[in-house]
């Protein structure tokens, strides 16, 4: 199989990498081939002809984004239509990442969001993700938008974050107000890979870890799994300010992907394991 995967430096990036060795992989990132650039795309797909397009480029300054719309949107949106565009015309089936921000995050925390939810973004990140989502869905047939949350791996991310912090300050505020299910890039991969090995139905999932939480509880869990003593004090939303607005509802119901026979650890499964691996 040969798979073209885009943005491959990037955190999940590496572990589709991982995940799909033993492929043909032929992976760019932005020096190799700029996805804004639909003849640079078309000639790239001219010259390797996939049979999968994976796209882990994306602008992912959530904060920054909110100043820099049209950079945002560029790689967001247009990125992805290029892609959905050129894998039509050969052929290719279409992996496309996206994210809970597609959403509002003013659902009752009691409930789920679901994939036919109408979406609503209320930052510019969401805005332009949900604008690449409609890109694909009418630019090509053989896709599948995989839409995750609070991605952690090999990366700058919230739990390394913390355990830096944890072992730096005695105590730490965390906002106990927002709910969504922390993703372990690895499982995601993994998602990823069953999903090829399965060809199921094409359409838009949602793919996180299985279970919710907060981020206040995720960071308890962080420091009781690495035995760190550092209090953890819960903040809310309206405390702990930010210049782009969080969803409290990230909360991804998995049962479209589960009714296909695709297995998801839980999110306590996925961070026993990352730590694992982080403490090497
Ligand atoms: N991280 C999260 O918590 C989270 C949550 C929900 C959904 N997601 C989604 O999950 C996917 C993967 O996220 P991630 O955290 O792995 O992202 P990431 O680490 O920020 O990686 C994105 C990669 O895309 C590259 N890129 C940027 N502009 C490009 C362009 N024009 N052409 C080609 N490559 C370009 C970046 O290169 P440079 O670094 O050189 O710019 C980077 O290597 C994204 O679609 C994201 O929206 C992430």
């Avoid at 990498?17 to 932005?30: M, Y």
């Avoid at 959530?62 to 892609?83: C, R, S, T, Y």
């Avoid at 052929?91 to 921000?101: G, L, P, V």
């Avoid at 510019?124 to 890109?135: A, I, P, R």
């Amino acid at each position: 199989m040969k798979i073209l995967i885009t943005g491959a430096n990037g955190m999940l990036a590496k572990s589709v990498k991982n995940k799909l060795f033993g492929n043909e992989l032929i992976c760019t990132d932005v020096e190799d081939l700029d996805i804004t650039n639909l003849e640079d795309v078309r000639s790239f797909k001219n010259k390797i002809n996939p049979n999968y397009i994976i796209n882990c480029a994306a602008y992912t300054a959530v904060d920054k984004a909110e100043e820099q719309k049209d950079l945002a949107e560029k790689v967001n949106a247009i990125g992805p239509l290029n892609l959905a565009i050129v894998s039509k015309e050969c052929n290719a089936k279409f992996i496309h990442i996206s994210t809970d921000y597609v959403f509002n995050g003013n659902l009752d925390t009691n409930k789920v969001y679901l994939e036919t939810d109408l979406t609503d973004p209320v930052t510019v990140y969401g805005f332009t993700k949900d604008l690449g989502e409609k890109n694909v869905i009418n630019n090509c047939d053989n896709y599948y938008i995989l839409r995750t949350a609070w991605l952690y791996g090999d990366g700058n991310n919230f739990v390394r974050t913390m355990l830096k912090f944890g072992k730096e300050k005695e105590e730490v505020s965390v906002v106990s107000d927002q709910h969504g299910s922390p993703t372990y890039a690895e499982d995601l991969a993994d998602i990823i890979k069953q999903i090829i090995e399965k060809q199921i139905p094409y359409g838009l999932y949602h793919t996180t870890n299985t279970g919710f939480t907060t981020w206040y509880d995720f960071t308890k869990k962080i420091y009781e799994l690495e035995k760190i003593d550092c209090k953890v004090n819960p903040v809310s939303s309206e405390e702990f300010v930010r210049p782009a607005k969080r969803p409290k509802n990230s909360k991804l119901s998995k049962d479209k992907i589960l009714s296909q026979g695709i297995y998801i650890p839980s999110w306590e499964d996925g961070l026993k394991r990352y730590l694992e691996v982080e403490r090497r």
